[in-house]
C-alpha cells in the first residue's frame, strides 16, 4: 500500500471498506475464505481496530493451511473509503509424499541405536482442499520395519454456517517390534525378525463444532483391537493385563479447544488452552478396560521487544485408576511430552505436569527467497526463518505400579539448554537442540515439530 494511504490510516479517525476483493483463489471456493474474514465490504472501523482486523485476517486464512502466502494490501479510495485487497497464494494441494521414518520414538533413540534396518518406507497419497472446500483425503501404504495401511477423510463444514465437521479414518498396523516394560525408566524392546508382534486394527470418527473463529469443541468414538505375540505376555503379563493376548477397546473422547495462536505452525504471540476428557472401554466389550482420564494445557505466546519472544507450556494429565496395563498407560517419553534432556528416557504413569518454557530470538526473521529458475509457480518462493532459543523444562510424573522399574517417576524432573530452529513452509519445522538433564547427562537431539 502507498505511503498516501499509511499518512490517511494515520491522521484517520474512522475507516470504511467500501470494496473488499479476493484474488488467487484458483481452488479454494469463495465461501471458505470468507468464513475466516474479521473485515467485511461496508465495514466502519475505528483505525486501531481497523488494523488489528487486517492482522487478524491474515493469520486466519494462513491457519487454515490452504495458502504459502497471505498478502492484504488497502487502497485510498476518498478521505474515509478505502478498498482491502486480498491477495493468496495456494498450495500445492495433490501430491504424494514419500514415507522414509524411522521406528524410533524419536530421532535420538535412531542415532543412538545405529540400526538402519528400523526404517519405515512407502507414500501418502495426499488430496488436501478437496473440490475447494478444505477437505483432506489421504492414503497411506507404509513398509519396512513397521507396517501400516490407512485412509481418512476430513471435511471441516458440513452445514451451511461452517460450523460442524466431520473426520473419519481406518487403518491396520503390524509391528515387528514392541517396546514391552520399562527398565531405569527405559524402554525394553522385544524384537522378532520373522513375525509381527503386535497388530492393530483402528476406526474412528469426530464430529467437530467450530464456534466463531477461535473455539472449537469435538466428540469422538474410536474402536482399537490390538493383539500381541505370546512371547510378550509372557515378558510382561500386565502388557494387556492378566497376561493376555488381546484387548478390544471403544474409547470416547470430548475436547474443547480455544486458539488464540497468530500462526499455528509455529507461533510468536497468543495463547493456546485445550481440554480433553477421555474415557477408555465403555463395558461393552470382553475384558475391555475402564479407564478415565483429564488432559488439559495451556499455551502462551508473547513477544518481549522487537526480535525478542518468550514462549511458556504447562501441561497435565489426572487419572483415576491405578490398574491400567502398561500399554493403556502414558506419561513421558512420546512426542512432545517430555522434559527436553530426557529423549532417552520413558517415564509411564497415571498423573503428570510438565513445564516447557524458551525464550527465542529472532536471528534471521522471515525471509523469502526467489528461486532464480523457472519452476512450478507454488514452489518458486520458500520463506524461512530462524530463531535460538534458550531452553528450561520441569516435569513430574506419579507412578503407582511400576515403581521399582521406574525410578525417575515421582520426583521432580528438570532439563535446560538452547536450541536453533528452522521454519519454512509446508508446516515444516527443524529443531536442533543441545540439552542438559538434572543428572548432568548431555547430548544434541534433532526433531521435526514446534518445540512448544
Known sequence: HSSEADTLLTDTATIIISQLIITGNQVTRMSIIQRELVIHELDTLPRIV???AIERTKENLMNTNLFNFVTIQHQKLSKTE?????????RWYVFPVPIFELVDRNFNEFVKSGDWSRINYGAYLNWDNFRGMNESSRLLFRWGYSQRIGVSYAIPFINKNQEEGLIVGASYSRNREAGYKVDESKLILFKDENDFVRKEIAAGIRYTHRNGFYDTGSFAAEYRYNSISDTIAQ???????????RQEL???????RRDHRDFKIYPLKGYLFDVDVVKQGIGILANEPDLLYLAAQVKYFKQLAPRWYTTHTVKGKLSGQSDASFFNTRGFGYGNELVRGYEFYVIPGQNYLLSRNSFKFALLPTRVLALPFNFLEKFRTIPYAFYLNANFDLGYVRDRQTRELNPLANTL???YGVGLDYVTYYNLVFRMEYSFNKFGENGFFLHFTAPI
Open 235 to 245: 515378558l510382561n503379563p500386565e502388557f494387556l493385563g492378566q497376561g493376555r493376548t
Open 250 to 256: 471403544i474409547t470416547l473422547s470430548w475436547q474443547f
Open 413 to 415: 524432573q528438570l532439563g
Open 50 to 52: 481497523f488494523e488489528r
Open 82 to 90: 478505502y478498498a482491502v485487497i486480498i491477495d493468496l497464494k495456494e
